[in-house]
């Protein structure tokens, strides 16, 4: 909707659009009007003025009404329909731009407002939107016209004032809480909201759209704009590659529906006759996106906030638009975590093409004075005069030279390649659906388990808006609701863990039968051990129960309890156990080794799959390329004390693999036990007391556990998962802690063969100097990374990992954990 014409001239007949003979308004009438006599005229005139429109035709249908009781009523309707031009009419049609906004209007708007109706508060986000009586062949969007009500746009040109701007992030924070509580509802939007324009399919579209040649051009005339012209001069090559990346929602961190277009175009403003805003109500709804708020906020701030706003109060704007959001989540009572500023200023950071898009793709256009030109054609040639008007335009000039180093000194112009180093190519993730089996899921076999004869599932739901893709694993938790005989209803929480994917990394997991080992652990190993302290009286659980589905779903999985909807919770990973938590899991893995030393003795030898793990001959090529050192050794040399140790360790790296499969092949001399493989703080959950103690503690993930000594499973705890305050200095503590709980456990047990000596324990530690040395050159920059990089470093080998090996905390780790190692010869091992 835009910027009404003055006065009600009618469209001459020749320039009406055929298909307009074929609308009738009735039912449209009657909503507003209720029952009526009949139409005295219907009058189509001009609905937005010239250069004010892109990408549709607008009409303003005017309607006169004679009512039941004779009076004569005038209505008015906005008609946003499909150009008449082919081309752009075509492009349209392959965005589905109307079928999105269609959608918007008529079933998701009407939602979100019903959300906030149930929590008591009564708000309106858009026009109303009405349907034609029928189909007049094209697309379209049928609206009330808001300046019947007096609402307008505010002058773009200028800008949106303070005030005007509050209220406008107070409606979009609103907005974006609706959406985020809407997914947790109903599920996540469809891929037309997921996806959006921004698919593969839609390369080409996207490369004309976003086309930078006309604005570089001009960029290399501006003053003291040479460095910045330098920096972004070749982005066209690798523009979209990197949007299409970053355009990818993800699971893991905060989203919400994006309006999308958020510019004072698209925003209207009702005032009161003092001129205080009464109600603001967003438009066009073309081009709304799932994922991070971070898109709407440069959007709205950086192209439609007055001048001497957008950056002098941006992070104001950005802080008042999160209070608001919080506020709009704990009043429409939304379950997850609620999202933190400083995760926000996280988005915003990672998200600095959407800040480069924004002011030199959409603010050109809104400073841009009204033109003839004004289309989509013009938009994407570089060498229309609309293109050569909006980057020569003074007035946007003169907010760039105040904008762009603004960007630059926050880092916002960092996202291309070839400064940060990334193979943009070669990071395009395809964003995941949720697998096809979700909709077929029975879990009857596992709810028996919990519940009483006569009780009965009255629905199984698949909670596919908290599901989480990790490598080539699919996280989905399950609310399964169940009638007990006295009508009550009890809720039970699982969680499946399922093989998801086709490619390389799927065939790895295969290849290593990790899903087939952690079924076996789950199903066979821990119960056992379970039923080991049972017998003696002591009650131990090792990990969550487990369960099967009632019939195949054609995958590999695990299905558990939920063991967050128990009460369990993992700690920070950035920060690490601290010394009570390490001793509440140094005390179950004395437990678990215990109860897995007595079952070699009471049962025999553990089957090879568990005995050798993933340790085979036969998976060299795939350890070698697992362990690939590149990244780690390039990073290594510029660090303070790289030169000191990179030479010994390029050498030892060659034949690490080798070294790898020794040490890791059997040895009954010493003492063994089944060890985790892979304890960090990400596979510890933890329960505490009303007091904040922890009363249990539970491991999670047994796909690498490998019998050997432990060593192994003490190494990767402390080292990867220890606070680095004690990570060194209580290492020795934290050995004869762990040390004195096994043998607490074995007596326990009964333990039949030779009780281990502490010195048998250290002396191993001495040995298994490369375990030590794997956790802290390939599991340690994992667990310190911050988890919004983390969120597009699931893949070890993907090119990103550079930046796990340039992180400060690991470094400033690694400054003393290497000169630690080489006291105890640690890294002798070659």
């Known amino acids: 909707m835009s910027e009404a014409t003055n006065g009600h001239k009618a469209i001459p007949a020749e320039d009406l659009?055929?298909?307009?003979?074929?609308i009738t308004l009735k039912k449209a009438i009657v909503e507003q009007t209720g029952i009526f006599e009949n139409i005295v005229s219907f009058t189509p005139v001009k609905g937005s003025s010239e250069g004010e429109n892109y990408s549709s035709q607008f009409l303003r249908l005017l309607v006169e009404v004679e009512l039941i009781d004779h009076s004569i009523r005038t209505l008015s309707f906005v008609l946003k329909a499909q150009h008449n031009n082919e081309v752009m009419a075509a492009i349209l049609d392959k965005l589905k731009l109307f079928q999105k906004e269609e959608q918007m209007y008529h079933n998701i708007l009407p939602k979100f407002e019903k959300l906030y109706k149930n929590a008591g508060k009564r708000i309106q986000f858009a026009p109303r939107a009405f349907k034609v009586d029928r189909d007049p062949g094209v697309d379209y969007i049928l609206l009330e016209d808001l300046h019947l009500k007096q609402f307008k746009n505010e002058n773009r040109l200028a800008g949106l004032d303070l005030v005007h701007m509050q209220k406008v992030l107070e409606k979009l924070a609103a907005f974006h809480a609706a959406s985020a509580c809407y997914v947790e509802h109903n599920g996540l939007f469809g891929e037309e909201f997921t996806v959006g324009v921004f698919s593969e399919a839609n390369r080409k579209l996207l490369q004309e759209f976003n086309a930078s040649g006309a604005f570089l051009a001009q960029l290399k005339k501006w003053k003291n704009a040479q460095k910045l012209y330098e920096k972004l001069a070749d982005s066209d090559d690798y523009l979209v590659d990197r949007l299409l990346q970053d355009q990818?929602?993800?699971?893991?961190?905060?989203?919400?529906?994006?309006?999308?277009?958020c510019w004072a175009n698209n925003i209207m403003f009702q005032h009161d006759a003092f001129g205080n805003i009464r109600e603001t109500l967003f438009v066009d709804f073309q081009v709304g996106k799932y994922g991070s708020p971070a898109n709407d906020l440069y959007y709205l701030i950086l192209s439609s906030a007055a001048p001497e706003l957008k950056t002098a109060k941006f992070d104001y704007l950005?802080?008042?638009y999160f209070d608001n959001l919080v506020e709009n989540l704990k009043l429409l009572q939304y379950h997850r975590p609620l999202p933190k500023l400083k995760n926000l200023h996280a988005s915003l950071f990672r998200n600095g093409l959407a800040a480069y898009m924004v002011v030199s793709k959409v603010l050109p256009v809104v400073m841009l004075d009204k033109t003839d030109n004004a289309n989509l054609e013009s938009y994407i040639s570089d060498e229309s005069k609309m293109k050569n008007a909006m980057f020569t335009n003074p007035k946007y000039v003169q907010v760039m030279t105040e904008v762009l180093p603004w960007l630059d000194n926050r880092g916002l112009l960092d996202w291309n390649c070839k400064f940060v180093k990334i193979d943009c190519n070669k990071l395009t993730?395809?964003?995941p659906k949720a697998p096809e089996w979700v909709s077929a899921l029975s879990l009857e076999q596992a709810v028996q388990s919990y519940v009483d004869n006569g009780d009965r599932i009255v629905a199984v739901l698949p909670s596919v808006h908290l599901i989480q893709f990790r490598n080539c694993t699919v996280l989905l938790p399950i609310q399964v609701k169940v009638q007990q005989r006295d009508s009550t209803v009890r809720r039970l929480s699982f969680l499946l863990k399922a093989q998801h994917g086709n490619d390389f990394q799927a065939k790895i997991m295969d290849h290593l039968k990790m899903f087939v080992r952690e079924h076996y652990v789950y199903h066979k190993v821990?119960?056992?051990?379970?039923?080991?302290?049972?017998a003696v009286g002591q009650k131990v659980s090792f990990g969550p129960r487990a369960f099967k589905l009632d019939r195949s779903i054609g995958v590999r999985y695990i299905l558990m309890e939920n063991l967050k909807a128990k009460g369990y919770r993992n700690v920070e990973r950035g920060k690490g156990f601290d010394l009570e938590y390490l001793k509440q899991v140094l005390r179950k893995l004395a437990q678990f080794h215990a109860a897995s030393a007595v079952?070699?003795?009471?049962?025999?030898?553990?089957?090879?799959?568990?005995?050798?793990?993933?340790y085979r001959k036969a998976n060299q090529e795939i350890l070698q390329e697992l362990n690939n050192p590149e990244a780690f050794l390039s990073q290594l040399r510029r660090w303070r004390i790289g030169t000191h140790f990179h030479k010994q360790f390029a050498d030892k790296e060659e034949v690490l693999v080798e070294k790898l499969l020794k040490l890791h092949a059997s040895d009954p001399k010493q003492f063994n036990v089944l060890?985790?493989?892979?304890?960090?703080?990400?596979n510890v959950m933890f329960k505490l007391n009303n007091q904040g103690n922890v009363v249990d503690t539970a491991l999670l993930d047994f796909q690498v556990v490998k019998y050997g000594s432990p060593a192994n499973d003490l190494y990767y705890t402390i080292l990867s998962s220890a606070e680095k305050k004690i990570k060194l200095a209580e290492f020795d503590n934290m050995v004869q802690y762990y040390f004195y709980h096994l043998m607490d456990s074995l007596k326990i047990l009964a333990y039949g063969k030779a009780l281990p000596q502490l010195e048998d324990i250290r002396e191993s530690l001495s040995k298994h100097g490369l375990a030590a040395y794997v956790v802290v050159t390939r599991v340690l920059p994992i667990t310190l990374m911050n988890q919004f990089e983390d969120e597009v470093n699931?893949?070890?080998?993907?090119?990103?990992?550079?930046?796990?090996?340039t992180n400060r905390k690991y470094i400033l780790a690694m400054n003393e954990i290497l000169p630690w190692m080489e006291e105890r010869s640690l890294l002798n091992w070659k």
């Open 794 to 805: 699931e893949l070890y080998a993907s090119k990103m990992k550079c930046s796990m090996f």
């Open 526 to 534: 821990l119960p056992r051990f379970e039923q080991l302290f049972e």
């Open 318 to 320: 950005v802080r008042y």
């Open 429 to 431: 993730m395809k964003v």
């Open 248 to 261: 990818q929602y993800n699971p893991r961190e905060f989203n919400v529906l994006n309006h999308g277009d």
């Open 599 to 614: 079952y070699v003795e009471k049962r025999g030898k553990f089957n090879q799959l568990l005995s050798s793990g993933i």
């Open 17 to 22: 659009p055929k298909w307009l003979s074929n």
């Open 675 to 682: 060890n985790h493989c892979d304890c960090w703080a990400n």
